[in-house]
């Protein structure tokens, strides 16, 4: 079956720019989360969805990030006033029930730059 | 707070030795135990995971141990292909303390030459 998508793949912007990313879960999984993968940083969490509600935002690293989940589905990450630093690969994953012993499955990503 | 702490890199291996890459976490509660693999180009992917103490999970010729007392969880295989190389990363996911998010080490790069 279809896997984690997201969209767009590569995402170039001049500092100050909105941007909008895009996920697409896996059918009927319920828990989303997005991580964000850059080369000082690693691997950091940022925002785990339950339907549409976000139980855990504490990975959001200022007010200029904000995520939504609608139907239960499909999930966007809104970077406003992007900054260099925001540069990164955004991960998005699904998981069957959100439970901590659930694997994830990571869609390819979104490779941000800021100019 | 959880964190997960991986050897250093990268790492260089020529096609049938043995590896190790060594994980090692620190957590409050009981967390479940993941490695996941990022094959270039590719997204990452779970490679095996174990869920209790004691608990061994294997996949594809790898293996890994949940040891609570050492809190360890390192990473296993006795005859490296040219096709593991690949970052490998080392999470954990503790539910009564972070929920079901995943922490991550810092990634492990390994290269198999032929």
């Known amino acids: 079956g279809a896997g984690v998508s997201q969209s767009p793949s590569n995402k170039v912007t001049e500092k100050g720019k909105d941007v909008e990313l895009r996920c697409d879960p896996i059918?009927?999984?319920?828990?989303l989360y997005w991580y964000r993968q850059s080369l000082g940083q690693g691997l950091e969490f940022l925002i785990y969805?339950?339907?549409?509600?976000?139980?855990?935002k504490s990975g959001l690293p200022s007010d200029r990030f904000s995520a939504e989940r609608t139907g239960g589905s499909v999930s966007t990450l809104t970077i406003q006033r992007t900054q260099q630093e925001d540069s990164a690969v955004y991960l998005c994953?699904?998981?069957?029930?959100?439970?901590?012993?659930?694997?994830?499955?990571f869609g390819p990503g979104t490779r941000l730059t800021v100019l | 707070g959880d964190s997960v702490t991986q050897m250093e890199g990268p790492v260089t291996l020529s096609e049938e030795a043995f590896l190790t890459i060594n994980c090692t976490y620190t957590?409050?509660?009981?967390?479940?135990l993941f490695w996941y693999v990022q094959y270039p180009g590719e997204g990452l992917q779970l490679l095996l995971k174990?869920?209790?103490?004691?608990d061994k999970g294997s996949n594809k010729g790898f293996e890994a141990t949940y040891r609570k007392e050492t809190t360890s969880f390192h990473l296993e295989k006795g005859s490296v292909q040219v096709s593991d190389s690949a970052v490998y990363f080392c999470a954990l996911s503790d539910q009564k303390t972070s929920g079901s998010r995943l922490t991550f080490g810092e990634g492990t790069q390994l290269t198999v030459n032929p």
């Open positions: 969805f339950q339907g549409n509600s976000a139980p855990d």
């Open positions: 957590a409050t509660g009981y967390p479940s």
């Open positions: 994953a699904s998981s069957p029930g959100g439970h901590a012993v659930d694997e994830q499955f």
């Open positions: 174990a869920t209790k103490a004691d």
């Open positions: 059918s009927g999984h319920t828990a």
